[in-house]
């Protein structure tokens, strides 16, 4: 059988030839385009991870956290602030904590111990971001070299994915703390589906996670009991985030009158507040359908509404139906280093009726300040309510609440005694405390002899 001819290399090309080598030529551009991406991401990462761990050096005694978070500030939410008190007592108690957190495109602050991650936004989700999971990974060796103790997850998303990953290369125990009951969230986002069928599918989702961790913590006895309930056998323990007495609780910079001049509110208004995200699951609605039954009693009281967030309009749109409009008013974020402490003093009740709350740390900054609080006691704020001591719980309707609002508006004595026994309640719950215990719970997970195992 005759040979075929080779052709010359100066041979011109044929069509399907050049087809191809073109699609050849194409496959090794993108390729060297992705690794190029993927390097420029990698140094990226790696220059901010020396920057940021040269600041977290720990005594010889002190345990060395590694948190990892899909929020943090600027993000504004419960999550958020519960990692910045955390972090904030662990380091004065002489341990060292360094955060890995997405990075954001307004409104970031640089702070030593925190490494921001390059992240994109979620679709649908203008609030939060997703961070690059293979950038975290790619950050194994220098993590390594930093001689971690323990990893300490915050949020469900490419951070547990990333910890449990990190956790199983570097022989390090991963402890997450579950802030959010996701079942009764995923309903007010994903509308087209049976609320039924979301919940199961957050149910088993969060089982499917919590048993790839090596421990839990849960900021509420409810929420370690629906944990339990749903089917997790992790090791758990309850620990609430703390509040930051002295920081949070600082001289008063302005009075009642400069507050309700700056907002053009009468000076004689009766002001309820809710500090919190505007958001579905917070139950805001509620306190403004509640709003006319104790306006048929003081018609001068006004609701303040402070927070962002995507119920924002929906929440107009009632107070607007219901003929409330004029005495809502939505103020929006207010900064934490003064005019969200001003509003607190100046409203004569702090009002709250979320149901999905795994804590409610709003709670303790109203009474910290000495404004009573009238809230139904749900999930978490039942950890934090205790009938007198700074509160009236009211029962989950809108004549019970409207009937306790009321009674403090009309009894100053009741409102001062209220007030006084607030900040002494509260100070039981100073971030040093909480965040001791946290440092036992760690000691258990980093003892001798402890075996990593992922499940």
């Known amino acids: 059988m005759p040979q075929r001819r080779r052709p010359s290399l100066r041979s011109p090309l044929s069509d399907p030839e050049v087809a191809i080598l073109t699609q050849l030529a194409n496959g090794n551009a993108l390729y060297l385009q992705r690794e190029a991406d993927r390097k420029t991401r990698l140094t990226?990462?790696?220059?901010?991870?020396?920057?940021?761990?040269?600041?977290?050096?720990?005594?010889?005694?002190g345990i060395k956290i590694l948190m990892i978070s899909d929020v943090y500030f600027p993000r504004v939410n419960g999550v958020s602030t519960s990692i910045a008190s955390f972090r904030g007592a662990?380091?004065?108690?002489?341990?060292?904590?360094?955060?890995?957190?997405?990075?954001?495109?307004?409104?970031?602050?640089?702070e030593p111990g925190v490494l921001r991650i390059r992240s994109r936004q979620v679709p649908g989700d203008p609030e939060d971001r997703m961070m690059h999971y293979r950038d975290l990974i790619a950050l194994k060796p220098q993590l390594a070299a930093e001689a971690f103790d323990l990893i300490h997850v915050h949020t469900p998303f490419t951070a547990h994915y990333a910890g449990v990953a990190l956790g199983r290369r570097l022989g390090l125990p991963v402890v997450a703390t579950y802030h959010t009951l996701f079942e009764e969230y995923v309903q007010h986002y994903i509308r087209w589906f049976p609320r039924r069928w979301l919940r199961f599918a957050a149910r088993r989702l969060s089982v499917h996670q919590c048993q790839q961790l090596d421990a839990l913590v849960a900021p509420s006895q409810a929420m370690q009991k629906a944990l339990t309930h749903y089917g997790v056998t992790t090791p758990s323990t309850v620990i609430p985030t703390g509040l930051p007495l002295e920081s949070f609780c600082h001289p008063q910079a302005q009075d009642d009158s400069d507050f309700r001049a700056h907002y053009d509110l009468p000076t004689d208004a009766r002001l309820l507040l809710y500090v919190g995200r505007a958001a579905f699951e917070k139950n805001i609605d509620f306190l403004i359908d509640m709003?006319?039954?104790?306006?048929?009693?003081?018609?001068?009281?006004?609701?303040?509404?402070?927070?962002?967030?995507?119920?924002?309009?929906?929440?107009?749109?009632r107070a607007q139906e219901i003929g409330v409009a004029e005495s809502v008013l939505f103020l929006g974020y207010l900064n934490r280093s003064g005019p969200l402490q001003a509003a607190y003093r100046a409203a004569d009740v702090f009002v709250f009726a979320s149901r999905t709350e795994t804590q409610g740390l709003v709670l303790l900054e109203a009474m910290a300040l000495g404004t009573p609080v009238v809230s139904t006691a749900a999930m978490g704020t039942i950890d934090v309510l205790k009938e007198g001591e700074g509160c009236l719980i009211a029962e989950d309707n809108h004549d019970d609440f409207?009937?306790?609002?009321?009674?403090?508006?009309?009894?100053?004595?009741?409102?001062?005694?209220?007030?006084?026994?607030?900040?002494?309640?509260?100070?039981?719950w100073h971030e040093d405390a909480k965040s001791a215990e946290l440092v036992s719970f760690y000691r258990t997970l980093t003892a001798k002899g402890f075996e990593k195992t992922v499940k």
């Open 44 to 61: 990226s990462a790696l220059t901010l991870f020396h920057s940021t761990a040269s600041t977290t050096k720990t005594p010889l005694s």
């Open 90 to 110: 662990l380091e004065r108690l002489g341990h060292s904590v360094t955060l890995i957190c997405p990075d954001y495109p307004v409104g970031q602050v640089d």
């Open 291 to 317: 709003l006319p039954k104790v306006l048929a009693e003081h018609p001068t009281t006004r609701l303040i509404i402070t927070g962002e967030g995507p119920a924002h309009d929906s929440l107009v749109r």
């Open 402 to 428: 409207a009937t306790k609002v009321n009674q403090l508006l009309s009894d100053y004595t009741l409102l001062q005694q209220l007030s006084e026994r607030a900040q002494s309640y509260v100070a039981s």
